[in-house]
Protein backbone atom coordinates (compact mmCIF):
# COMPACT_ATOMS: atom_id res chain seq x y z
CA UNK A 1 0.00 0.00 0.00
CA UNK A 2 1.52 3.52 -1.36
CA UNK A 3 1.05 6.41 1.10
CA UNK A 4 -1.33 7.88 -0.81
CA UNK A 5 -3.87 4.98 -0.61
CA UNK A 6 -3.10 5.05 2.82
CA UNK A 7 -4.11 8.37 3.95
CA UNK A 8 -6.96 8.08 1.36
CA UNK A 9 -10.35 7.68 3.33
CA UNK A 10 -12.03 6.09 0.80
CA UNK A 11 -9.62 3.27 0.81
CA UNK A 12 -9.45 3.09 4.39
CA UNK A 13 -12.62 4.50 5.69
CA UNK A 14 -13.08 2.04 8.75
CA UNK A 15 -9.46 3.24 9.79
CA UNK A 16 -9.88 6.90 9.75
CA UNK A 17 -13.59 6.23 10.95
CA UNK A 18 -12.24 4.55 14.42
CA UNK A 19 -9.61 7.24 14.61
CA UNK A 20 -12.63 10.18 14.34
CA UNK A 21 -14.68 8.41 16.62
CA UNK A 22 -12.16 7.83 19.47
CA UNK A 23 -10.53 11.66 19.20
CA UNK A 24 -14.48 12.40 19.58
CA UNK A 25 -14.79 10.14 22.58
CA UNK A 26 -11.25 11.33 23.94
CA UNK A 27 -12.97 15.04 23.71
CA UNK A 28 -16.04 13.97 24.80
CA UNK A 29 -14.67 12.47 28.00
CA UNK A 30 -12.14 15.70 29.00
CA UNK A 31 -14.69 18.18 28.61
CA UNK A 32 -17.01 16.12 30.60
CA UNK A 33 -14.09 16.04 33.40
CA UNK A 34 -13.90 19.58 33.42
CA UNK A 35 -17.76 20.17 33.31
CA UNK A 36 -17.88 17.51 36.86
CA UNK A 37 -15.05 20.02 38.50
CA UNK A 38 -16.49 22.59 38.05
CA UNK A 39 -19.68 21.50 39.60
CA UNK A 40 -18.27 20.01 41.95
CA UNK A 41 -15.81 22.70 43.38
CA UNK A 42 -18.30 25.08 42.54
CA UNK A 43 -16.50 27.01 40.36
CA UNK A 44 -17.07 30.67 39.79
CA UNK A 45 -19.86 30.25 42.83
CA UNK A 46 -19.02 32.46 45.82
CA UNK A 47 -20.10 34.25 49.01
CA UNK A 48 -19.68 37.19 50.58
CA UNK A 49 -19.21 36.26 54.75
CA UNK A 50 -21.33 38.33 56.58
CA UNK A 51 -20.53 39.92 60.27
CA UNK A 52 -21.41 38.05 62.78
CA UNK A 53 -19.42 39.27 65.76
CA UNK A 54 -21.26 40.47 68.88
CA UNK A 55 -24.04 38.70 67.59
CA UNK A 56 -25.79 35.41 69.87
CA UNK A 57 -24.69 31.30 68.68
CA UNK A 58 -27.96 30.92 67.40
CA UNK A 59 -28.85 33.84 65.68
CA UNK A 60 -24.67 34.01 64.26
CA UNK A 61 -25.46 30.23 62.83
CA UNK A 62 -28.64 31.16 61.00
CA UNK A 63 -27.22 34.06 59.20
CA UNK A 64 -24.14 32.21 58.22
CA UNK A 65 -26.57 29.02 56.66
CA UNK A 66 -28.77 32.03 55.12
CA UNK A 67 -25.70 33.05 53.31
CA UNK A 68 -24.90 29.07 52.14
CA UNK A 69 -22.34 28.77 54.88
CA UNK A 70 -21.21 26.28 57.37
CA UNK A 71 -20.86 27.44 60.97
CA UNK A 72 -18.37 25.51 63.17
CA UNK A 73 -17.64 26.23 66.52
CA UNK A 74 -13.97 25.56 67.36
CA UNK A 75 -13.33 27.28 70.38
CA UNK A 76 -14.16 29.59 73.57
CA UNK A 77 -13.04 31.38 75.40
CA UNK A 78 -13.76 34.12 78.60
CA UNK A 79 -14.14 37.71 78.34
CA UNK A 80 -15.89 39.78 81.22
CA UNK A 81 -16.13 42.37 79.24
CA UNK A 82 -18.87 40.94 76.96
CA UNK A 83 -22.06 38.45 77.76
CA UNK A 84 -22.17 34.92 77.71
CA UNK A 85 -22.50 33.42 74.42
CA UNK A 86 -21.91 36.19 71.56
CA UNK A 87 -19.61 35.70 68.93
CA UNK A 88 -15.91 37.01 69.82
CA UNK A 89 -14.03 35.78 66.48
CA UNK A 90 -14.04 34.49 63.24
CA UNK A 91 -12.39 32.77 60.85
CA UNK A 92 -12.34 33.90 57.75
CA UNK A 93 -13.57 37.27 58.54
CA UNK A 94 -16.33 39.52 57.28
CA UNK A 95 -16.23 40.41 53.85
CA UNK A 96 -13.89 37.72 52.48
CA UNK A 97 -15.17 35.98 49.33
CA UNK A 98 -15.58 32.30 49.58
CA UNK A 99 -17.64 29.39 48.07
CA UNK A 100 -20.34 28.13 48.86
CA UNK A 101 -20.20 25.57 51.90
CA UNK A 102 -17.49 26.64 53.21
CA UNK A 103 -17.09 26.37 57.07
CA UNK A 104 -16.77 29.47 59.16
CA UNK A 105 -14.86 28.64 62.48
CA UNK A 106 -16.32 31.04 65.50
CA UNK A 107 -15.13 31.56 68.55
CA UNK A 108 -17.74 32.11 71.46
CA UNK A 109 -17.75 33.61 74.72
CA UNK A 110 -18.38 30.86 77.39
CA UNK A 111 -21.11 31.64 80.29
CA UNK A 112 -18.99 30.27 83.20
CA UNK A 113 -15.16 31.37 83.90
CA UNK A 114 -12.73 28.67 83.26
CA UNK A 115 -11.43 26.97 86.75
CA UNK A 116 -7.71 28.24 87.88
CA UNK A 117 -5.58 26.12 90.42
CA UNK A 118 -4.34 27.46 93.68
CA UNK A 119 -0.41 27.62 93.10
CA UNK A 120 1.52 26.27 96.11
CA UNK A 121 1.52 29.05 98.77
CA UNK A 122 -0.23 27.93 101.66
CA UNK A 123 3.15 27.65 104.37
CA UNK A 124 5.40 28.03 101.87
CA UNK A 125 5.47 31.82 100.52
CA UNK A 126 5.66 35.34 101.48
CA UNK A 127 3.18 37.76 101.39
CA UNK A 128 4.70 39.77 98.60
CA UNK A 129 5.35 36.17 96.85
CA UNK A 130 1.67 35.47 96.95
CA UNK A 131 -0.06 38.66 95.68
CA UNK A 132 2.03 38.90 92.67
CA UNK A 133 1.43 35.19 91.79
CA UNK A 134 -2.48 35.45 92.28
CA UNK A 135 -2.88 38.86 90.52
CA UNK A 136 -0.75 37.72 88.03
CA UNK A 137 -3.06 34.58 87.23
CA UNK A 138 -6.50 36.82 87.20
CA UNK A 139 -7.42 36.57 90.94
CA UNK A 140 -8.66 39.67 93.26
CA UNK A 141 -7.32 39.96 96.62
CA UNK A 142 -9.75 41.60 99.73
CA UNK A 143 -7.44 43.09 102.87
CA UNK A 144 -5.51 40.07 104.54
CA UNK A 145 -6.69 38.17 107.61
CA UNK A 146 -3.78 38.56 109.85
CA UNK A 147 -3.70 35.89 112.11
CA UNK A 148 -0.25 34.73 115.00
CA UNK A 149 2.52 33.68 113.00
CA UNK A 150 5.68 34.76 111.12
CA UNK A 151 5.86 37.98 109.69
CA UNK A 152 3.85 38.03 106.09
CA UNK A 153 3.84 34.39 105.74
CA UNK A 154 0.94 32.85 103.71
CA UNK A 155 -0.96 30.73 106.41
CA UNK A 156 -4.03 29.55 104.23
CA UNK A 157 -6.29 31.28 101.75
CA UNK A 158 -9.90 31.69 101.53
CA UNK A 159 -12.67 31.60 99.20
CA UNK A 160 -15.84 32.77 99.99
CA UNK A 161 -15.57 32.47 103.84
CA UNK A 162 -14.03 28.55 103.16
CA UNK A 163 -10.43 27.62 103.78
CA UNK A 164 -8.71 26.27 100.37
CA UNK A 165 -6.05 24.07 99.87
CA UNK A 166 -3.08 23.76 97.73
CA UNK A 167 -4.50 22.72 94.08
CA UNK A 168 -7.78 23.44 94.70
CA UNK A 169 -9.36 24.73 91.68
CA UNK A 170 -11.58 28.66 92.04
CA UNK A 171 -13.31 30.41 89.35
CA UNK A 172 -10.69 32.77 87.49
CA UNK A 173 -11.48 35.90 88.91
CA UNK A 174 -12.53 35.20 92.13
CA UNK A 175 -11.77 37.14 95.33
CA UNK A 176 -9.54 35.31 97.85
CA UNK A 177 -8.48 36.29 101.36
CA UNK A 178 -5.00 35.99 102.30
CA UNK A 179 -4.29 34.49 106.04
CA UNK A 180 -1.17 36.46 107.06
CA UNK A 181 1.11 35.89 109.78
CA UNK A 182 1.84 39.85 111.66
CA UNK A 183 4.70 38.38 113.55
CA UNK A 184 4.45 37.71 117.57
CA UNK A 185 4.01 41.46 118.33
CA UNK A 186 1.49 42.47 116.39
CA UNK A 187 -0.25 39.44 117.14
CA UNK A 188 -0.12 40.49 121.01
CA UNK A 189 -1.32 43.70 120.13
CA UNK A 190 -4.27 42.36 118.09
CA UNK A 191 -5.51 40.61 121.06
CA UNK A 192 -4.77 42.94 123.78
CA UNK A 193 -5.70 46.05 122.16
CA UNK A 194 -5.76 49.56 124.14
CA UNK A 195 -3.99 47.59 127.11
CA UNK A 196 -0.74 46.91 125.46
CA UNK A 197 -1.10 50.45 123.43
CA UNK A 198 -1.26 51.89 127.18
CA UNK A 199 1.97 49.81 128.11
CA UNK A 200 3.53 51.32 125.42
CA UNK A 201 2.76 54.51 125.88
CA UNK A 202 4.23 54.62 129.59
CA UNK A 203 7.29 52.77 129.03
CA UNK A 204 7.59 55.81 126.47
CA UNK A 205 6.77 58.26 129.63
CA UNK A 206 9.02 56.94 131.90
CA UNK A 207 11.54 56.71 129.11
CA UNK A 208 11.47 60.79 129.00
CA UNK A 209 11.75 61.73 132.54
CA UNK A 210 14.64 63.75 133.66
CA UNK A 211 16.60 62.65 136.94
CA UNK A 212 17.07 65.98 138.67
CA UNK A 213 19.53 63.87 140.94
CA UNK A 214 22.50 63.91 138.46
CA UNK A 215 22.43 68.26 138.82
CA UNK A 216 22.18 68.52 142.28
Do not use: C
Not at 12 to 33: D, K, P, Q, R, T
Amino acid sequence: MSIKDFFSLKKNFFFWGNLLAMALVIVGLVWGVFKWLDHYTDHNVAVTVPEVKGLALADAEALLRKHKLTPVVSDSTYNTSQPGGIILDMIPTEGAIVKEGRSVYLTVNTNRPPMRMIPDLIDNSSLREAEAKLLAMGFHLEKNDTIEGEQDWIYGIKYKGASLQNGDEVPLGATLVLEVGGGDYMFMEEMMGDSLSGLRNVRSEEATVVDDSWFE
